[in-house]
């Protein structure tokens, strides 16, 4: 990592500090893969004394050092963390967060690791049988469920803004502004998102929702939850959005017979979510959600692209993520066909 | 016209000689190879289907009803339908909609022809 031995010295402390230790020693620091706006990387260390005495693997979560604000602070992320721990969702226990840039030069939180597979190529390809997918996507649905009854007025929640003038149209603003950032213009998506705002839900629930909530940002550790993943987007809406979004055709990694994320059966997952959280999916509303899924995937794949095109990283695989773009356009069309 | 085998053909061959090659390479790297293989077949299809940028533009000017003098760029043309579209100029229209899933579906044979299987 890169972390001079000064820095290094100034963690241990801060570990140290909080765990009420005598002394820490960090034996180990590696970067974990993914994350392209945030950084991740794995600690060893061992700990003497005070409330964590002994070896412990952790995570430590921090800015890449090249990004732009494009969602909440570490800090925020946190308390959402925290928020979800607290409230019994399946996470990695946060421990705490600095946000004194003077420590390791940037904001930065530590959590436990939790082991397993998050890689969603290798979970989708994964040899389930039928009463395994049954029981995992609901457990999903139950988790969800969860997150969404989450109360916001019982934690310091109050940076996550409430969607004006709804959950819905929230997002068509939001996402036609992403659009009007970008050198080329998107008719079909201009289509999806003006089909979004003519059908726009008369009436809709807010709740704490997690946002990207799907296969990708799940642990799974022997066939069972081991942890939900990536809060960074964490906000207010309508939790149907969620929920079409984990069912959303992109996130079931080809494995399109399985609708909740490529995994199992989207009626399965209704139903756990619905037990738990006592609420009704109106089916044909999470068709809605459904074209908002696909735009949205359709504007951030768009983002990703022009990250490589504008030089800002080169990559090909940000590059081949522009061309899937049709894919989306073409899902979207077939679900609002002029009447 | 170049002698064959044209770009098309010679990405193909190349295609099939990196193909014989990605087990060879380190798992952590097999990923990438394949992502580079998904680019080479992306690349060879748009060369031959090298009229899209025709088509479009023959769609744009019929949905607008241009003349044959109209000298409007394929750009400038989407650029008018993308923002009368959400100046709600086409709701529920079923030209413009025929005009966007032409496009889309043969846009999606170039990028993943597998997609319109489902």
């Not at chain 1, 059908?199 to 807010?206: I, L």
């Not at chain 1, 987007?233 to 069912?247: M, Q, V």
Request: charged share 25%; hydrophobic share 40%; net charge negative.
């Amino acid at each position: 990592m890169g972390l001079d031995e000064a820095s290094r010295g100034r963690l241990a402390e801060f570990i140290a500090e909080n765990s009420r230790a005598s002394s820490v020693t960090i034996n180990s620091i590696s970067r974990l893969t993914g994350g392209a706006i945030q950084e991740n990387y794995s600690l060893d260390i061992n700990i003497h004394g005070g409330d964590w005495d002994g070896t412990h693997t952790w995570v430590l979560r921090t800015d890449a050092p090249s990004s732009v604000q494009v969602s909440m602070s570490r800090v925020q992320e946190f308390t959402v963390l925290q928020a979800a721990y607290d409230s019994g969702v399946t996470v990695p226990k946060p421990l705490w967060c600095c946000d004194d840039v003077m420590a390791i030069g940037r904001c930065f939180y530590l959590m436990q690791r939790v082991d397993g597979i998050a890689d969603a190529r290798t979970l989708v390809r994964a040899d389930w049988n039928d009463t395994q997918r049954e029981h995992f996507v609901q457990c999903l649905g139950r988790e969800l469920a969860m997150i969404h009854a989450i109360d916001v007025s019982k934690f310091n929640l109050d940076f996550l803004s409430s969607p004006h003038p709804s959950p819905a149209q929230a997002r068509i603003n939001q996402y036609r502004n992403y659009l009007d950032d970008l050198p080329d213009p998107h008719p079909v998506l201009e289509w999806g998102l003006r089909w979004l705002e003519i059908n726009v839900p008369a009436e809709s629930v807010t709740v704490f929702c997690h946002c990207d909530y799907r296969t990708g940002n799940i642990m799974v550790d022997n066939g069972e939850l081991a942890g939900i993943l990536d809060w960074e987007f964490a906000g207010l809406s309508d939790p149907l959005e969620d929920i079409a979004w984990f069912c959303a055709r992109c996130w079931r990694f080809g494995q399109n017979h399985y609708q909740a994320g490529g995994i199992g059966q989207r009626e399965d997952f209704y139903r756990a979510y619905e037990e738990r959280s006592n609420r009704i999916i109106d089916r044909e509303q999470v068709t809605y959600w459904d074209v908002m899924a696909a735009v949205r995937w359709a504007v951030i794949a768009l983002q990703q692209a022009q990250r490589h095109l504008s030089g800002e990283q080169v990559s090909l695989e940000l590059a081949l993520t522009g061309r899937i773009v049709p894919e989306m356009e073409y899902d979207i069309l077939q679900m609002t066909k002029p009447v | 016209m170049n002698n064959r085998p044209l770009g098309a053909e010679l990405l193909n061959t190349a295609r099939e000689t990196l193909k014989g090659l990605v087990n060879d390479l380190p798992r952590e790297k097999q990923y990438e190879a394949l992502m580079v293989l998904n680019a080479m077949a992306i690349a060879a299809r748009e060369m031959t289907n090298a009229d899209e940028a025709n088509l479009q533009l023959e769609g744009l000017k019929k949905l607008y009803e241009t003349d044959e003098h109209d000298e409007s760029s394929l750009l400038e043309l989407s650029r008018r339908l993308a923002r009368d579209i959400r100046q709600q100029k086409f709701d529920n229209d079923s030209e413009a909609y025929t005009f966007l899933i032409e496009t889309a579906t043969r846009k999606l044979r170039v990028s993943n022809p597998k997609y319109l299987k489902g």
